[in-house]
């Protein structure tokens, strides 16, 4: 469904008027004021959310601001530029392509919140397709349950979560975030060398308002219930 029209702003119109409350702001919304207010000229960027989480920022100028502060439960800090974002995100989309994912299919991480799920998540929505989370707190049950309904074509995840998925990697192709050791043992493609041969750079896929970009079934309720 296209939510668009229902997202309050305001108009054209009343756009110099500050609302005076959330009535007023709802009464006097319209799309398009938003959209220039987000996007400006480039109003296309919000059919692709890679473009409009950091693409655009890269074509505007900004590659070298900061998009990413991330530190580790060590202490060690992460840093990356909206431009560093920009080029390891085109080497995971290439990836995927490789791996023959296309617009629509669905790509999961079960990853804890680190620079890599994030490069995952944009590279996934740069070639079209569709990001799946599956929660570090799920079980076998779960998991299997939300990859058959999406029939998912790719799963990154890393050393600590990757026994869930002992047979269920038949069916998908899986990446694993940690050491190339780790990675042999069970068989999987190594994150870090498989990006790393890929080019860096990569044309977004432009899709419709109505195409999905995230598939999410919430916690806290039975593989029942969500069915």
Known sequence: ???????????????????????????????????????????????????????????????????????DTAGNVTRMSFGELDKASAQVANLLQSYGVKAGDKVATMLPRTPELLTVVLATWRIGAVYQPLFTAFGYDSIKYRMDKADTKVVFTNVENRSKFDDLAVQTKMVLVGSTEDAQTWGDDHYRQSMESQAQTIEPVMLDTDAPFCRCLPQGQSVSQKA
């Open 1 to 71: 469904m296209n939510t668009a029209s229902q997202t309050p702003t305001l108009s054209h119109t009343d756009a110099s008027t500050t609302p005076k409350n959330y009535t007023d702001y709802y009464n006097n919304f319209d799309m398009d004021t938003l959209l220039s207010e987000i996007f400006g000229e480039h109003v296309d960027d919000r059919l692709n959310a890679y473009m409009a989480c950091c693409g655009r920022h890269v074509r505007d100028g900004r590659a070298d601001n900061a998009a990413l502060v991330h530190e």
